[in-house]
Nanobody, 121 residues
Framework: QVQLVESGGGLVQAGGSLRLSCAAS????????MGWFRQAPGKDRELVSR????????YYADSVKGRFTTSKDNAKTTVYLQMNSLKPEDTVVYYC??????????????WGQGTQVTVSS
């Protein structure tokens, strides 16, 4: 069992940057494909980015491609989401997840508690 704790959210002006961190305990991150999701009120949770177990490959949703970067430090058991050129529509709660990417689908099994990102215009 792995426990995930996100941090790094907050309030930033449009065009600014934030870096979210997801610290894991209980099991090494090399055992999981890690994902970043976000969820607006009343909407489904959306996969924003995914990074492979080795950290060698990543996926980004079209809405964040070119602005967000995911990285993974297996030794430190932490995964990061660097968010640049933030827009007001990026204002939601962000969650990290530990799971498995199989075929064309990512299956999250463990979730963090979420961290709020607010981008002011």
């Amino acid at each position: 069992q792995v426990q995930l704790v996100e941090s790094g959210g907050g309030l930033v002006q449009a065009g600014g940057s934030l870096r979210l961190s997801c610290a894991a305990s209980g099991r090494t991150l090399s055992s999981y494909d890690m994902g970043w999701f976000r969820q607006a009120p009343g909407k489904d949770r959306e996969l924003v980015s995914r990074i492979s177990r080795s950290g060698s490959s990543a996926y980004y949703a079209d809405s964040v491609k070119g602005r967000f970067t995911t990285s993974k430090d297996n030794a430190k058991t932490t995964v990061y989401l660097q968010m640049n050129s933030l827009k007001p529509e990026d204002t939601v709660v962000y969650y990290c997840a530990a799971g498995t990417y199989y075929g064309v689908t990512y299956y999250p099994n463990h979730w963090g508690q979420g961290t709020q990102v607010t981008v002011s215009s």
